[in-house]
């Protein structure tokens, strides 16, 4: 946290007391230093406090973007069915939430930092229940590949105002608990997702199918909306600064020409275009890099601020967010496919799958804010050991018993898996965020769910096209095996990260 401070005054600079004298009535008394320290206190600005109910809001809305990334995935053969949509089209749904998610985040921190969390807060859930109801509606399959994109593109306007509200509306013990709390929401929201999407999809409430999946989301961002109004402070940042347009066009056009080309390129063939924006992605980063370095040497406030990676915490922190969530949003795609399409488990079973992940998770997320204080950063390293042996059971799991692989079976490793995701994502999250100066929360935010975000999409288009491109030559179970034994030693790569932490983690 970054601390201005005014410059002292001298024995003779007149203050405004002195040019000022005070009338004094009859009956009136002296102030006395304790008064004047009072009157100071009440004249001075306090800080926005966060209270329990506006904690419930920010997290209910950070809760709906997360949850409806996963949640339609086991809703997918119904809308193929319904809509004739066909498996590039159905990968464009899937593909284009996530990427105009991922590409408008920074954006939308930054434009928290302008015109206010609450503001924007509060515009976003708006939009978000707004596009919510147009893909519950939606005609055609198109109709609901612009609907979905707009809904990630509003999903990416509410999320950096809850961290960002967070890291500003609180403090000491309590930010720690509520930065805990936000990464138990973030990892459970990815599990519940594809269970409640089993769920409804099964009730077939009012007759809608799988258009209630997204109908069910209009009441939700509407009482986040009235609590919002009533239960959040408003916070910005104390030097608002001018949107960044050359960076937020060179950070879109880069993620987008990483991004389409693998969520897309396996259900289309490869065609030139994919491998020609592939190769093209590197230089636009390059060229992005090179944009925010030179607006921020100019004294400019870029989208993207790169001395904030001089923090090592940061810059170890962020690193370490790619392989972890890439392995997590991998690992969550290849499991359901496996086992609705590998197994033949209904919806409902498929999500059941995750509850033991959940519940592992859940628990350690609870217990890591406390951990963390007294061990430090060993406990996110010893949280990605326990990850790595939930991930080396189940590949054993999995290779040893695939014909009578279920649920039960699957209890063990999902348990042990969870609990170490647990004590590696909430400390990680308050280790990116505790060291960005409270004036740039909403950009730290923007990088830190960027960075999340691409990374669980880069994890399902790496991974799930692996997976699925394997399965029909070698089996579904060896191909779910080898995945599952790529993300194991990925997690390695986890493990050396986190032993370069700073042992303290604020």
């Known amino acids: 946290m970054s601390i201005q401070s005014t ?170 608990k509520a930065m805990g709390i936000y990464g138990a929401v973030g990892g459970i929201s990815v599990v519940i997702g594809q269970v409640l999407g089993g769920v409804l999809l099964s009730a077939n409430l009012f007759g809608t199918g799988w258009r209630f999946i997204f109908l069910v989301n209009v009441p939700v961002a509407l009482a986040a909306v009235l609590l919002a109004s009533r239960a959040v402070p ?30 897309e390129g396996r259900s289309l063939g490869w065609p030139a275009w994919t491998w020609v924006l592939l190769a093209a992605s590197p230089f636009l980063f390059g060229a992005f890099v090179s944009v925010e370095r030179r607006g921020e040497r100019a004294g400019q406030v870029p989208l993207v601020p790169l001395s904030l990676l001089k923090l090592r915490g940061l810059r170890v922190g962020l690193t370490m967010a790619v392989p972890f969530f890439a392995g997590f949003g991998g690992f969550m795609m290849v499991m359901a496919v496996a086992l609705q399409v590998g197994l033949h488990e209904g919806p409902i079973a498929s999500g059941l799958a995750m509850v033991p992940m959940a519940t592992g998770f859940f628990a350690a997320s609870l217990a890591g804010p406390r951990l963390l204080s007294r061990f430090g950063s060993r406990v996110i390293v010893t949280g990605a050991v326990i990850q790595a042996i939930g991930l080396g059971v189940l590949t054993l799991t999995v290779l040893t018993d695939w014909s009578g692989l279920s649920p039960w079976v699957l209890l063990p490793g999902m348990a042990i898996a969870g609990t170490g ?30 960075t999340q975000q691409s990374s669980l999409a880069l994890g399902v288009a790496t991974l799930g096209t692996l997976f699925l491109s394997l399965s029909p030559t070698m089996g579904m179970h060896h191909a779910l095996a080898l995945v599952l034994a790529l993300q194991f030693a990925a997690t390695f790569a986890v493990i050396a990260l986190a032993t370069r932490l700073p042992r303290s983690v604020g």
């Open 234 to 263: 408003e916070t910005r940042s104390a030097n608002p600064a001018r949107v960044d347009v050359p960076g937020t066009v060179l950070l879109g056009a880069a993620l987008l020409a990483l991004l389409v080309p693998l969520m």
């Open 421 to 450: 995701q647990g004590l590696v994502m909430p400390p990680l999250i308050r280790l990116v965020l505790g060291q960005v100066p409270v004036e740039r929360a909403g950009v730290g935010g923007g990088i830190l769910a960027t």
């Open 7 to 176: 410059p002292p005054q001298t024995a003779g600079t007149p203050t405004r007391a002195n040019v000022l004298p005070r009338v004094i009535r009859v009956g009136d008394t002296a102030p006395s230093a304790a008064g004047a320290t009072s009157s100071a206190a009440r004249t001075a600005p306090a800080q926005p406090r966060l209270s329990t109910l506006g904690l419930v809001t920010v997290l209910l809305g950070a809760f709906l973007p997360m949850l409806d990334f996963f949640i339609v995935n086991v809703a997918l053969p119904t809308i193929d069915r319904d809509l004739s949509a066909g498996p590039a089209t159905l990968e464009l749904f899937v593909a284009g939430y996530g990427i105009a998610y991922a590409v408008l985040l920074v954006l939308g921190g930054r434009l928290g930092d302008l015109y206010g969390r609450k503001k924007l807060f509060v515009a976003g859930a708006l939009l978000f229940g707004l596009t919510s109801l147009a893909c519950g509606l939606a005609p055609t399959a198109l109709a609901l590949v612009v609907a979905r994109v707009a809904q990630g593109a509003s999903a990416a306007l509410m999320l950096p105002q809850a961290l960002a509200t967070i890291q500003a509306a609180t403090d000491g013990e309590r930010k720690a």
